[in-house]
Each structure stands twice: as structure tokens, then as C-alpha cells.
């Protein structure tokens, strides 16, 4: 018996990329944006998983991590896992939500050299791990793809207060405003069975 050391990579299926509009209650989605006003944002430069291994440029404020980061002075973490949970289990009522795994917000500017490009949060075959995209200001989509590499699968258009939920291994890109010149979302990671 000869036993492969290499592993596949998961096709993306669009059924597991689950849209929600409105997601927080109004009240609370004009106090995250309020907010977010005042995020300190910290520059990051990294170079891209994609091919060719381009530099991507944004902007991020971590408020939790699991384990690393747990800094909520706004005190935005209760409000947002108690949405998050409420809304997870209206579009999937058999789901069983664990903890949260990472909060953050997360920023991309308009402009050359601010491309954002394809990658996955997660790189282990972990179907249980789900990351949210709650979008806030600007414009400018997600886009996701088939595999690493792979065939464009879809792409979600901004709305403020729209949320997108897929699997964490999922190639997927955040795509650069076009309006205007910075971008703005929450980036959210649960445990889910």
C-alpha cells in the first residue's frame, strides 16, 4: 500500500458563501461606523500567496486573536459576537457556533501597488473554520475563486452592512475601491460545526 503525501486542494462551492444583508440592527452598525472613526489603523506589507508573490498593503487594527490579541477598548467584541451568532444560526439553525477565533478591522486603499491579491485564511482542510466579512464604508467587493490559483467562483458586492460568510480555506480576495479612496470592513473567524 503506498500512501500520498500530497494533499488536495478543496474546490470552492458557491453554496457554502452565504449573504447577509442589513446584518447588525441599524443602531448598532452607526455605532461600529462611528467607531471605526477612531481605529489605529497599523500599515502592513506582506508578500501575497498568489502567484508570483506580489506585495499587498493595507491597513488592520486587531481587537482579538485567540490566544495572542484580546484589546477592545471600544467594546465592540460582545456586541459583535452576539450579531454574529444570531445571524449564523438564522441561515444555518443546525449549526453549533464556538468561539470566536479573530476580530478585526481590516482596511484597503484605492491606487497602484494597493492590490489586494487571492489568498485563504486558514490553509488546513478545516471545514469548521468560517470567516465573516461585515463591510462598513467604501466600495469594492470580495471575489472568490474555485481553488489556489483557480477559475474565478463569484464575487460579493459592497453594501454597507452587508456580511459574507464562507469557509476559511477558500481563496477569495478583497477588491480595491473604486469610488473611493479607502475601504473599510470587520473581519470575523468562528469555529463552526
Not at 458563501?17 to 440592527?25: G, P, T
Not at 493595507?58 to 451568532?85: A, K, S
Request: net charge negative; charged share 25%; hydrophobic share 35%.
Amino acid at each position: 500500500m503506498s500512501i500520498s503525501n500530497t494533499m488536495t486542494t478543496p474546490t470552492a462551492s458557491i453554496d457554502n458563501i452565504i449573504v447577509f444583508d442589513d446584518f447588525f440592527e441599524q443602531s448598532e452598525f452607526d455605532d461600529i461606523i462611528s467607531k471605526s472613526e477612531y481605529v489605529p489603523w497599523k500599515y502592513c506589507e506582506v508578500v501575497s500567496e498568489s502567484e508570483g508573490s506580489p506585495t499587498e498593503r493595507f491597513m488592520t487594527w486587531n481587537i482579538y486573536e485567540e490566544g495572542t490579541v484580546h484589546f477592545d477598548p471600544m467594546q465592540l467584541m460582545d456586541v459583535v459576537d452576539e450579531q454574529c451568532r444570531k445571524q449564523i444560526q438564522n441561515k444555518k439553525p443546525k449549526a453549533i457556533v464556538h468561539d470566536m477565533k479573530r476580530l478585526r478591522f481590516n482596511g484597503t486603499m484605492q491606487g497602484k501597488g494597493y492590490t489586494m491579491w487571492p489568498h485563504a485564511d486558514i490553509h488546513e482542510q478545516q471545514e469548521t473554520v468560517w470567516t465573516i466579512v461585515v463591510y462598513l464604508k467604501g466600495d469594492g467587493g470580495t471575489t472568490f475563486y474555485k481553488e489556489k490559483n483557480g477559475d474565478l467562483l463569484t464575487t460579493v458586492d459592497f453594501k454597507p452592512n452587508r456580511a459574507v460568510m464562507f469557509p476559511s480555506m477558500y481563496w477569495h480576495r478583497a477588491d480595491s475601491p473604486r469610488d473611493n479612496y479607502f475601504r473599510t470592513s470587520m473581519g470575523i473567524v468562528y469555529m463552526i460545526d
